[in-house]
């Protein structure tokens, strides 16, 4: 049985896919399979994964009709048989100690979890390293620090997890949903008995390609608001949910905030002051006394405008010439 599991979920990549996989296979740590999903991809991204799966007995090749990342995530956790188990999106591509570094901290700290940094990366050869605040010498859980659900980026990818996570909990991601991860990480986090990181940038997220959702609108927008209250009311059935009740807030508000971000480029005003209103009914029913929270949520220069909803929907007229 291999120790790492590692799943990729393949849609329509056949550029990037290459250079995600000969970076896999490079691997110092060779102890692993590589569970390649094609969520029914229309390109040669399926010829690529048979291709390679023909030169390395450890790729194990999955087809699907296409489902959305969750889905083939979810089929990869279903097929894995590692004790640890990584993400990788395949588009993006790892360092080559990624493996190794990652299972031995896992070992040496017996921790349900590792943390580590990673390059975000642009398709012109720039990139910066975005880097974990917490401490690589120690070893976390919530308990003891509830920062983690204020600080730690909610990514997928950035982490290596024991498998038994997924297995015993029952934990998967959410299907047909966007931010995905952000209705799953936290939840993770809540049954981590210790949580380990790594200040080595070991993966490399590329943030410009065509076609990468990040920074569009549309009405996926609306998912951020079903991620957070699977989160809330997962933290709800634990019984901690006024323990973390101004994490969850801060949590919450400021992913709305940075989704409120991406109605800047709407050409159809009407629709971004609907997702405008939805958002900030959301915010006053689930904390009513917003904007009041023990962590500062105007966190850049210009947050105070997608703070107040007034503010906003006056800015976006202005932006747009109706003003």
């Known amino acids: 049985m291999p120790e790492v599991s590692v799943v990729a ?6 550029k990037y896919l290459p250079k995600c996989i000969e ?3 490079a691997q110092t740590y060779r102890d692993f399979e590589l569970i390649l ?21 450890r790729i194990l090749v999955i087809d699907q009709e296409n489902g959305g990342l969750s889905a083939a995530r979810n089929t990869g956790i279903a097929a894995a048989k590692g004790k640890y188990i990584q993400f990788i999106d395949s588009d993006d ?10 299972v031995n901290k896992l070992e040496e700290t017996d921790a349900d979890m590792v943390v580590f940094d990673f390059r975000q990366a642009y398709l012109d050869g720039t990139g910066e390293v975005i880097r974990s605040p917490f401490d690589e010498e120690w070893i976390y859980c919530l308990a003891e620090h509830p920062e983690l659900l204020t600080d730690l980026k909610n990514a997928a990818w950035n982490k290596m997890y024991r498998t038994a996570l997924f297995t015993e909990t029952g934990i998967r991601y959410p299907m047909r949903k966007y931010y995905e991860d952000l ?7 809540a049954r981590c008995r210790r949580i380990a990181f790594l200040h080595e940038p070991l993966y490399n997220y590329l943030q410009d390609r065509p076609g990468n959702i990040t920074h569009s ?11 957070i209250d699977l989160t809330i009311d997962d933290y709800k059935d634990l019984g901690i949910y006024d323990t973390y009740y101004e994490e969850l807030k801060y949590l919450g508000c400021v992913n709305i905030l940075e989704c409120l971000k991406k109605t800047r480029g709407v050409a159809d005003v009407r629709e971004a002051e609907r997702f405008v209103d939805a958002c900030f009914s959301y915010i006053k029913q689930r904390w ?3 904007p009041a929270c023990t962590r500062k949520l105007n966190r850049e220069k ?7 909803q007034t503010l906003l929907k006056l800015y976006l007229k202005y932006r747009n010439g109706r003003a």
């Open 37 to 57: 999903v094609n969520d029914g991809s229309r390109d040669s991204s399926p010829l690529i994964c048979r291709q390679y799966a023909k030169k390395d007995s």
């Open 23 to 25: 970076s896999l296979l």
């Open 9 to 14: 979920a393949v849609y329509n990549v056949e």
């Open 288 to 290: 009513p006394e917003y």
């Open 93 to 102: 591509y790892v360092e080559p100690d990624l493996l190794e570094r990652c």
């Open 217 to 227: 609108f549309n009405r996926s927008v609306y998912d951020i608001m079903d991620m």
């Open 302 to 308: 210009y947050d105070f405008i997608y703070m107040n």
């Open 183 to 189: 209705g799953t990480t936290y939840r993770l986090i």
